[in-house]
């Protein structure tokens, strides 16, 4: 019994890819979950910021002033710009939410009624949302009800009021300080600021929508390993080398199998929106013609993958030990298995690097943002996406003549 | 049909063809044969275009293989050693993919699909998968597959390796058949019975050169032997056996056997009999070869052709 376990082990020793399966891959897809999911990576007790864009429209004294100190805060990161083109960015995908300082800010600072302070936000990015809200309405309510602002308060009045009895302005004073810093106002923190969704609730949830894009294009890079491997099979099965006698041109024979892994592509992509429609009543009929354009360059970006792998490797072997290991790295970093706001900054970054971010947010653009075919946006992500799949079949078919064509 | 010239071809250091030459004319049945590692399929694979040649010439049908590769393969088929087909589609589906990488119409391809069937006794099997079939019936729908075009020149690697003697039969008899109506066919095997039986003429190639080249009589003819005396014995040792090889032409058969390569066995056989009894040897048996594809092979050579 010892003596068969121990030959066992010896060819279990030898065999590179049942090690590299058996423990390179789990580790590495055990660091990258701690990453994605675990907050490895951060020091303990610290978050990483979340990012509000802001359009101060009032830009007095006091919206600078309170902008500047939400700037100095270490859980936030605030980037200004217009209203326009904040609530672009929110509106394609690229930032969770927008605080508009409106016009008279100022002024409600000094009368203590009201903020006309609002709070954009892309009802698709629920998490965020709620984690944005909560930063900014406490901070708010600290920087805009503290000392400093009734202080503030107080000067901008002695300023405007200069002849005012003494008895009567320590009783404002008072009532100044009282309103900055009293519980009835954060007892009204809910709302203290407006909270519109820039991105009205439609009939498709950002989570089906999600749940949809997300496993199809992760599935898809599963499916397209297998069929891009049946090159490596033509290879030992001895068909690529007869093919090879025919007269039509070696490249063809690549070309051939890149045809017709897109086709199966896209009909696999086509089956599992068809499937979302009728059971989870995914609204896909008035996208059709933006969906079906996502479709067919996602599959190309996919299969192009897929072709890819088997133009590099040298075995089926080979494919399998690796594939797994690509394919949860690109569905993690992309967004596949957690939305990539919900990540670490470094991995958000490194999700364009990743077939499946650009697919997804397509089809959030479709479903979710219902951007135009010819937003500029969508656009990109096709281009992409387009780009992506011409760059890897390029790759694939030098790989192509030079790994696989030599075979005679 | 096809012409050979000063042909080279090394992987690496190691030099796999060293400049060989050789014509083969409309409607040959050529048999090239040689040990592992002589240069056979290196020399098929650069024929059938899918090796480039270091150095050399070589035109088929007329066409020149590296200006024209494209041309030279509609003129050709190939029957792989190895079965190259899709085992989950069956033999029709096979041969009408296979035959549709050529310039044939699709009705001309369905009547040459079935004709190719009823040739190799397959007709009735068409719609099952090749994965059904047995080794005999994969190896005559490898064969099929290369035929559909009509090719002018027929390239078959060692086509009839494992296989049942029924299907050597009938591939032997289609062989004849094609060879009849004019096709010429390039023929490499191991089997020196396949070679005589089929081929009106044979190269052999070893250690990347054509060492002899003609028909089975001219080869027989221009041999300095005429039999050989196969003595088996019960003790053979290689003492014994150099001590022989001393005085007589010989070569090892296995174990416990010696080939002795006479031109006159009736004067050496005696002589050779009492010398083994005077080395000791216990002699369990005594056969004469007439001279023979093997014979020739193997004192050109010095190989067996399995070796």
């Known amino acids: 019994m010892i003596r068969l376990a121990i030959k066992d082990l010896r060819l279990f020793a030898s065999d590179r890819r049942a090690i590299i399966l058996s423990f390179v891959v789990p580790i590495a897809l055990v660091t990258l979950f701690a990453f994605a999911f675990g907050g490895v990576g951060q020091k303990k007790g610290e978050s990483r910021p979340a990012t509000i864009v802001i359009a101060d429209e009032d830009k007095s004294e006091a919206s600078i002033n309170v902008i500047a100190k939400l700037d100095s805060l270490k859980e936030l990161e605030v980037y200004q710009t217009t209203r326009d083109s904040a609530e672009a960015m929110v509106k394609k995908g690229d930032e969770t939410a927008v605080l508009v300082f409106h016009k008279g800010f100022a002024d409600s600072v000094n009368a203590g009624t009201k903020l006309p302070v609002e709070f954009e936000y892309d009802a698709s990015k629920e998490a965020e949302v709620g984690i944005l809200q909560g930063s900014l309405i406490g901070n708010l309510m600290g920087i805009i009800g503290g000392k400093s602002m009734a202080k503030e308060a107080i000067a901008n009045f002695d300023k405007e009021n200069p002849s005012i009895e003494e008895d009567s302005r320590k009783r404002i004073h008072e009532q100044i300080t009282q309103n900055f810093s009293s519980g009835e106002t954060k007892k009204q923190s809910a709302s203290f600021i407006t909270s519109t969704p820039l991105i009205a609730e439609k009939q498709n949830s950002p989570g089906l929508i999600h749940a949809v894009a997300g496993t199809s294009v992760m599935m898809l890079l599963f499916s397209v390993v297998g069929m891009g491997v049946s090159l490596l099979d033509e290879k030992e099965q001895g068909t690529l080398k007869k093919l090879l006698y025919s007269p039509i041109r070696p490249d063809t024979i690549l070309f051939g199998k890149m045809l017709y892994v897109n086709l199966i592509s896209i009909f696999q992509l086509v089956i599992m929106f068809i499937f979302a429609k009728l059971a989870f009543g995914l609204d896909i009929m008035p996208h059709l013609t933006s969906l079906i354009l996502m479709i067919i360059a996602t599959a190309y970006a996919c299969s192009s993958f897929g072709v890819l792998l088997a133009s590099i490797a040298k075995s089926r072997q080979q494919v399998q030990a690796f594939s797994t290991l690509i394919v949860m790295i690109m569905s993690c970093i992309g967004g596949s298995m957690i939305p990539s706001f919900a990540m670490p900054v470094f991995m958000q970054k490194m999700s364009v690097f990743s077939v499946n971010y650009w697919s997804i947010q397509g089809f959030y653009d479709i479903f979710w943002r219902m951007l135009p075919l010819q937003d500029s946006t969508f656009l990109s992500r096709l281009v992409v996406l387009v780009l992506i799949g011409t760059t890897l079949n390029i790759i694939a078919l030098i790989m192509f003549r030079r790994n696989i064509l030599k075979i005679a | ?307």
């Open chain 2, 1 to 307: 049909m096809i012409t050979v010239f000063n042909l080279c071809k090394s992987y690496d250091s190691i030099e796999a063809l060293k400049g060989i030459s050789f014509d083969i004319q409309k409607g040959e049945f050529y048999g090239l044969l040689g040990p592992n590692g002589a240069g056979k399929t290196t020399t098929i694979s650069i024929l059938s275009t899918i090796l480039k040649p270091d150095q050399g010439e070589v035109t088929i049908a007329g066409f020149d293989l590296q200006k024209n590769p494209m041309e030279c393969k509609k003129h050709i088929g190939v029957v792989p050693q190895e079965l190259a087909l899709y085992n989950d589609l069956t033999a029709y589906a096979n041969l009408q993919f296979w035959g549709s990488l050529y310039d044939i119409s699709a009705t001309t391809l369905n009547t040459r699909i079935d004709e190719t069937l009823h040739l190799f006794g397959l007709y009735d099997r068409r719609n099952d998968k090749v994965k059904t079939y047995s080794g005999g019936m994969k190896r005559r729908i490898n064969i099929a597959s290369a035929l559909l075009h009509r090719p002018d020149v027929l390239f078959m690697d060692e086509p009839t390796v494992g296989i049942d003697p029924q299907s050597r039969n009938l591939i032997f008899e289609v062989m004849e058949k094609l060879h009849k109506e004019g096709m010429t066919i390039v023929y490499t095997t191991h089997y020196m019975e396949e070679a005589e039986r089929l081929c009106n003429r044979i190269g052999i190639i070893d250690k990347g050169r054509i060492i002899a080249q003609g028909t089975l009589d001219e080869l027989k003819s221009s041999s300095d032997i005429d039999e050989t005396i196969m003595i088996t014995f019960s003790n053979l040792t290689d003492t014994h056996y150099d001590r022989l090889a001393e005085s007589f032409d010989v070569s090892k058969a296995g174990d416990h056997a010696i080939r002795f390569i006479s031109k006159a066995v009736q004067r050496d056989l005696s002589v050779i009999i009492l010398k083994c009894h005077e080395a000791g040897l216990d002699i369990t048996d005594v056969s004469i070869q007439k001279i023979n594809l093997e014979t020739i092979f193997l004192r050109l050579t010095g190989k067996q052709l399995r070796d």
